[in-house]
């Protein structure tokens, strides 16, 4: 009966909406957040909702419209409103007050989305930013987590390091990324080869549907369930909480990093590498960050191999020595270091105090990037490394990161969950240019520069289609165009995060969000 009259309310207000469409106003928003109306109970207390904030003052107003989210013409429009609920059912009102007034909802749990898509939007919106519904449960004897999604991974990994030295979350290095968003879009990170994606780890979630209505895992069925973990949660609902399964790692671990400037000799040891990344033991992740140093006025372009061993120096040389003695690593480059430490030591943070994981804002302030990633199933001809040198002393700081896959991220099949590039990939590549003056033709010049660089790669990547990596987002590959976007248009971008993966990806969206309420430049278009 109530999701009756709110159809109804929704129905009437959209048609007044688009007759005239006259973008509500804050004051309107508050009114209906606030109201003791009979369908909402539990009016929101405004006091402490306001509609400025960091992080839209940071890439919106200041950025806007010279922003690096590319190929969108994104106009000053504002949020309409910054929401921080404090609770579940202010979720609730927020949304179904959006539907009401026919306004969009950008989620936003950490704000480390590559093209702002959680804070920035075409049409009138307000943010439900979730930065107060953060709290971590870790129960060890079930060796699990459950987690609220405005929690960081520097939050998450902080709490299990103080509850435990033996467990760990497989998941990305960047403490400031959010659980939001990170885990809905798959999650790369040093111990992925050995456990998995993050989204590999999840046993149950929360969520809160179009109606405002939470469904866990039970509830909400394995197909929904299966779409949350690596299809991007924001064409879905809004995921409140994630149960993760924490994975143990010995009390020591080793790390090292091994760098190398340009020359011959660099590029035939990421030649090399290329071979053995995917092949090595599980327990050795070892990737390859590729960017430019700068040597009094001489520019060079600089090689690092950064890696994670889990087992001590020990075990660590001989391997090394076996399988990949072109390093030449001894075991003076090698520390030994509990595994909250190793994630420090990959941010070059080691030595400060721990409490730095907690950070929150470690965000892209006053710099403006472009990023990219590719899949590459087959070792790159060593040539190649030559002329991505080349390129890259012509920028100030572009880099490459590529980081190995295999191990258990191979084991599991395409259609287990919607991230479909296992087995057959040697490694991802991520691609991105940095600049700090806010010009268009600045941002024009950088995204020029990414997009050729992007081109001359394409003969040595995956094909058919090209692969992308969902949480390294790229509008370039294509965008929805508004509510009725087919899903034939949207296959041209979908498929190349999805593969396969991404019709059955609509019909879930069909079937839990039917009339695209949740939607987004890059969401899933619901199919019948
Ligand atoms: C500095 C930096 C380092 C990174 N390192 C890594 C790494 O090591 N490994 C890796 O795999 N990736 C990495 N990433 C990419 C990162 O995983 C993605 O940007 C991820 O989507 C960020 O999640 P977030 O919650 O911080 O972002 P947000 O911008 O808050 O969200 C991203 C998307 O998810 C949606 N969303 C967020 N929360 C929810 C929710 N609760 N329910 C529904 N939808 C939601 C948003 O609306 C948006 O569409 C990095 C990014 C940056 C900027
Ligand atoms: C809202 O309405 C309910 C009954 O419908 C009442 O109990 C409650 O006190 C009201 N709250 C406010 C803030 O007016
Ligand atoms: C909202 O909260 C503030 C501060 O917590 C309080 O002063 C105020 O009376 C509250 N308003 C309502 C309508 O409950
Ligand atoms: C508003 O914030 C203050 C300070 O953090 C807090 O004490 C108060 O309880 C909050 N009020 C509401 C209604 O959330
Ligand atoms: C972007 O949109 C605004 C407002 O609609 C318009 O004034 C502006 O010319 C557009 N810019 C571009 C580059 O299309
Ligand atoms: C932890 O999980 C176990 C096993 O499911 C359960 O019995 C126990 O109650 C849980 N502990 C807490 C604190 O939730
Ligand atoms: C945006 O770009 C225009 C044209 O280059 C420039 O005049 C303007 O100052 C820039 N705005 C900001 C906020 O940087
Ligand atoms: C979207 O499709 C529905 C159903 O076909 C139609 O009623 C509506 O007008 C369309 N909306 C837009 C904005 O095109």
């Not at 040539?383 to 896959?405: A, D, G, S, W």
């Amino acid at each position: 009966m109530k999701e009756l009259v709110l159809s109804l309310f929704i129905f009437i207000l959209a048609k007044h909406v688009n007759s005239c469409y006259s973008i509500p106003t804050k004051e309107q928003f508050q009114s209906c957040l606030s109201k003791n109306h009979s369908i909402f109970k539990n009016p929101i207390n405004l006091t402490n909702h306001t509609s400025d904030s960091k992080v839209f003052t940071d890439f919106s107003e200041s950025s806007s419209p010279n922003s690096s989210f590319l190929n969108l013409n994104f106009t000053s429009l504002k949020p309409i409103l910054i929401l921080k609920p404090k609770s579940e059912s202010e979720i609730k009102r927020s949304i179904l007050c959006s539907r009401k007034l026919g306004v969009q909802v950008r989620t936003l749990s950490g704000g480390h989305d590559y093209e702002g898509l959680s804070y920035l939007s075409q049409s009138p919106f307000i943010i439900i930013d979730l930065v107060n519904l953060r709290s971590i449960n870790i129960n060890l004897t079930e060796e699990t987590a459950w987690i609220q999604s405005g929690a960081t991974l520097g939050e998450l990994y902080y709490k299990i390091a103080k509850t435990s030295k033996i467990h760990a979350f497989s998941a990305g290095i960047c403490p400031s990324v959010g659980v939001g968003g990170h885990i809905s879009g798959g999650g790369f990170g040093t111990i992925m080869r050995k456990h998995g994606l993050a989204s590999d780890n999840v046993v149950d979630a929360r969520l809160m549907d179009v109606n405002g209505k939470i469904r866990d895992r039970r509830t909400m069925g394995e197909e929904l369930f299966w779409a949350l973990r690596g299809g991007g949660a924001a064409s879905f609902g809004v995921v409140l909480s994630w149960k993760v399964k924490l994975v143990r790692v010995p009390e020591k671990v080793t790390c090292f990093i091994s760098q190398h400037t340009m020359g011959p000799s660099m590029n035939k040891l990421v030649h090399r590498w290329q071979y053995l990344g995917a092949e090595l033991d599980e327990d050795l992740f070892i990737r390859v960050i590729i960017d430019n140093t700068q040597d009094g006025n001489q520019r060079r372009v600089k090689t690092t191999f950064q890696a994670l061993f889990l087992g001590g120096i020990d075990r660590l040389i001989p391997l090394m020595n076996q399988k990949f003695p072109e390093l030449g690593l001894r075991s003076q480059d090698c520390s030994e270091m509990s595994w909250i430490e190793s994630i420090m030591f990959f941010n070059w943070k080691s030595g400060q105090p721990l409490e730095i994981m907690l950070d929150r804002d470690q965000r892209y302030e006053d710099l403006y990037f472009k990023a990219k990633s590719d899949f590459v199933q087959k070792p790159v001809p060593e040539n190649v490394f030559e002329e991505v040198t080349k390129r890259f002393l012509e920028k100030e700081t572009p880099f490459m990161i590529l980081e190995p896959f295999g191990g258990r991220i191979s084991e599991i099949s395409e259609t287990e969950s919607p991230y479909p590039h296992r087995r057959g990939n040697l490694y991802n590549i991520q691609y991105m240019v940095k600049w700090k003056v806010n010009e268009v033709e600045e941002m024009n010049k950088h995204v020029r520069w990414m997009r050729l660089l992007y081109d001359y790669m394409t003969p040595y990547v995956s094909t058919s289609p090209r692969g992308a990596y969902l949480n390294y987002r790229d509008l370039d590959l294509g965008t929805t165009r508004g509510i009725n976007t087919s899903f034939e248009d949207a296959r041209k971008w979908g498929e190349r995060y999805f593969r396969g993966n991404f019709k059955r990806l609509s019909l879930v969206k069909g079937k839990i969000d039917p009339t695209n309420f949740f939607r987004n430049e890059q969401s899933i278009p619901p199919l019948f």
